[in-house]
């Protein structure tokens, strides 16, 4: 463990001196008023042993990582039914992109893309009004963290509402071949909702470490998913979880890894450990710029990637 801390606290030193700290999200309005000057990092091993550094306490939008939760939640309610809806390969393309829903008769590429998450956000509503169905995936978020205190910002929910054209523009496409079967106006409002989660880099390496144990949650024992369950969602998030940055961060990293436009990147080192990260700078594919970096280097001192020999 000793190995660990000192790693995290060096690669925080490291990043914090760092003046390459990308660009904010500043499409939606409350993402473009967070200070570029943050850095959070948590790894939670698979003992339970916890190392932070920096900004790792702090809550931040954890926008599309929540995708990862929003996929596990819906496995386990509707199985292999899902992949009706979605596909499971990269899309080569923007996240928001709609180019091609338009090719593949509405689609989506994968469940992180955001026509992807949204077919999957109207899957879990399904049944249930909006208020029900945030509910449970909110509920899902803290059971996993186990902590209560994660909730959704109202501000960040209310701002992407406000400016997610695209989004909307995505849900009528999809609506149009079928794709969704709730009115788009109650699938947009939970999926802007449940992107605007707030976490701390702690509380969101507590609540992946069912991916790193083989689906277990790691208090209780008891199962989350199964164990090919949480490898299939690590396979997922090694190809798809960084848009159309998957590849440059499967080659520098080498982890199964999830991104938020508010500057998080959820990682896995399968039986090994989770890992948060936080720097709100983005580079040009709307990934943390310094995250990645940060990543980058603790899976070289730690020996984590999953493509070591």
Known sequence: MFKLDDVVAEITDAVKQRSDRGEV???????ARVDTSAFGIAVVDVAGNVAVGGDSETPFSIQSISKVFTLTLALGKFGDRLWRRVGREPSGSPFNSIVQLEREQGIPRNPFIN?????VTDLILSGHQPREALGEILRFMQFLADDSSIT?????????????????ALANYMKSFGVLDNPV????????HHCAISMSCRQLAMAAQFLARDGKHPLTGMSVVTPERARRINALMLTC?????SGEFAYRVGLPGKSGVGGGILAIAPGKASIAVWSPGLDTNGNSHLGRIALEMLTKQMGWSIFRA
Do not use: W
């Not at 106006?185 to 802007?192: A, S």
């Open 25 to 31: 999200a500043s499409y939606i309005p409350e993402l």
């Open 115 to 119: 026509a992807g998450a949204l077919a």
């Open 152 to 168: 959704i910002d109202q501000a960040v929910a209310a701002s992407e509402h406000r400016t997610g054209f695209r989004n909307a």
């Open 185 to 192: 106006d109650f699938t947009l409002g939970v999926y802007f």
């Open 241 to 245: 979880g960084h848009y159309d940055g």
